[in-house]
Nanobody, 117 residues
């Protein structure tokens, strides 16, 4: 079955960087579009970054809150999606998940990102 395993989160000071990874299995990775989502305490899960497949030019899109600071990428040979996060802010604190775009009912455990001020 489809499985997503996120990693790379942690505690970082404001202004710092983290790189998240998401290993996917049980799917034809290269034909799918993927996205990163996050859920802050007491808030709904939201989409923050997405990337299409190579057939659609690896097109990327970002939520306004992260545009210019976060970069999504993918390595089809490794079945892995990445999220490079720079200039982190306390409001980026959340659990980060990857999934298909649009999402399916395949949520992993997520990875916690905590940004201290």
């Amino acid at each position: 079955q489809v499985q997503f395993v996120e990693s790379g989160g942690g505690l970082v000071q404001a202004g710092g960087s983290l790189r998240l990874s998401c290993a996917a299995s049980g799917t034809s990775f290269s034909i799918n579009a993927f996205a990163w989502y996050r859920q802050a305490p007491g808030k709904q899960r939201i989409l923050i970054a997405a990337i299409s497949n190579e057939a659609f030019g690896l097109n990327t899109n970002y939520a306004d809150d992260v545009k210019g600071r976060f970069t999504i990428s993918r390595d089809d040979a490794k079945n892995t999606v990445y999220l490079q996060m720079n200039s982190l802010k306390p409001e980026d604190t959340a659990v980060y998940y990857c999934n298909f775009l649009p999402w399916g009912d395949y949520w992993g455990q997520g990875t916690q990102v905590t940004v201290s001020s």
